[in-house]
């Protein structure tokens, strides 16, 4: 972080006072975790969830903090360290966080969407790096703690900055794009994510589309065009550009001559026909968000040449189709971060292209989608088309959720072949064990919140 003065953080949150005995003491890093406070640190406790970041202010001067900002009564402040008083500090977190995104004034990357947020935000970012000093979110930080906590982490030299924003309802968008103010933003797709808090994939749009209330007038907006939604619901007032991305020959940027393999996907785009581009990730759904890479690079005048190495080895972020050895000599493709039908589709899908290995099979473990509200029974049972035993073995499935696509699924595969478990993980983690064999690739999906990840950690083999 570029050091910052205790009276301009006092100007950025607007405080309704303070107390420093030096208003131009610096302040080199911003924490709400009192555990993580050093020296030159403000200390932000925030009130948001179950604990209230006030109760842990000792704790920060304890580990060395400089400063604090402050929304309890001024009478109860701690003596030892300069307090800000604000109405509100999550508020006072954002705007500091938009005083020093101006402050570095590196060009920002804003990415939403229902799914592949989160490899595109990687993707965006490795492309970038070709040419500039480039910083990002960290894992899926997007939220409204996550984004002001990123741009604050930010190095001084920054010169791009990639942010992704994810929302479960209305107004959140707007408010992360509001405060990163992007010159480009992204909309990956629209899924069924959140339904059970927007009630229609039209509602998940208009929330989406929040994006552009912060996009600068001369921005660039890139969305896929496949997707009539936004088109439908895109505010007709925008002085923005606009650029569409897919497969479809009439979008801006288009692939094609897309061959996917275990653990790559080769393809070509319109943009150089002579390029030969690669993703170190299996599936046409990832070269999707490869195109919004490729589409940013292009904004900032990038070649596909020069951005080709740099796609072919991003680091993906942990658990997005990650392959990982797994017991008794089996292979596991963990995808189990994050599920919406949508993309449980896409990913068995491009699981089914995959070879088998000798004598091994295709086994799929997919947990319950969660969030979808009075349509998960229905879009649960709609997973049945993308499930063939001609294409999979076996198939293990977890959750109450997952009880209408067992249904379904029950007179289409043999009793051996299709399992349910719900509540307690360790007899699905037993009967796996007792499953896998060497060779066997083992697809595991779910949404985060059904916890598919301590299944994924006892069967790999590190």
């Keep these: 972080m570029k ?18 005995p030096n208003r131009f003491a610096e302040i080199e890093s911003v ?3 009192s555990r993580k406070a050093t020296e030159n640190t403000l200390f932000v406790p925030l009130t948001e969830g179950e604990t209230d970041g006030h109760d842990y202010i000792q704790s920060a001067i304890a580990n060395g903090a400089t400063a604090a900002l402050w929304s309890r009564p001024e009478s109860e402040a701690p003596e030892g360290i300069a307090i800000i ?4 500090t999550l508020q006072a977190f954002q705007d500091l966080a938009k005083a020093y995104l101006a402050m570095v004034n590196p060009k920002v990357v804003a990415i939403t969407g229902s799914n592949g947020k989160t490899t595109t935000k990687d993707m965006t970012a490795a492309v970038l790096s070709a040419r500039y000093r480039v910083h990002k979110t960290a894992g899926n930080y997007n939220n409204d703690i996550g984004l002001p906590s990123t741009i604050l982490d930010m190095p001084e030299d920054t010169e791009v900055i990639v942010l992704e924003m994810g929302m479960s309802g209305f107004n959140e968008i707007s408010r992360l794009s509001k405060i990163a103010q992007p010159d480009v933003a992204a ?31 001369d921005g660039l907006f890139i969305y896929p065009i496949n997707e009539p939604l936004i088109r439908e ?40 026909d002579t390029a030969e581009l690669s993703i170190p990730v299996l599936g046409d759904y990832n070269v999707q968000n490869a195109l919004i890479a490729l589409s940013v690079a292009a904004y900032f005048d990038i070649s596909m040449i020069e951005v080709k190495a740099y796609l072919e080895n991003f680091t993906l972020t942990e658990n997005r189709t990650q392959w990982l050895d797994g017991v008794n000599g089996s292979h596991i493709l963990n995808d189990a971060y994050n599920a919406s039908p949508t993309a449980m589709r896409a990913v068995l899908d491009a699981f089914r292209q995959v070879p088998r290995e000798a004598e091994g099979r295709r086994i ?36 109450e959720e997952m009880t209408a696509l067992f249904d379904v699924l029950s007179n289409t595969y043999e009793a051996s072949d299709i399992h349910h478990f719900s509540g307690d993980k360790a007899p699905l983690i037993t009967a796996l064990k007792k499953e896998l064999k060497q060779h066997d690739q083992v697809l595991i999906k779910s949404s985060f919140g059904t916890d598919l990840l301590s299944v994924v950690k006892e069967l790999r083999v590190d």
């Design 3 to 20: 050091p910052i003065r205790i009276i301009d953080v006092v100007k950025a949150v607007h405080a309704i006072d303070y107390s420093s």
């Design 31 to 33: 924490v709400f975790d």
């Design 85 to 88: 008083l604000v109405d509100d």
């Design 187 to 217: 909309i990956t797709l629209i899924g069924e994510s959140h339904l059970e808090h927007l009630g229609s994939r039209r509602n998940i749009a208009k929330a989406k589309l929040e994006i552009l209330e912060g996009l600068k007038d």
């Design 233 to 272: 619901e895109m505010p007709i007032d925008g002085s923005y550009k606009k650029a569409t991305f897919g497969i479809d020959k009439t979008a801006t940027l288009f692939a094609y001559g897309i061959d996917s393999h275990k653990d790559h996907t080769n393809f070509k785009v319109n943009f150089d």
């Design 364 to 399: 799929v473990v997919l947990g319950d989608i969660r969030e979808l509200g009075d349509q998960s029974k229905e879009l649960h049972e709609s997973l049945a088309p993308s499930l063939t035993p001609h294409d999979f073995d076996c198939l293990y499935l977890y959750g």
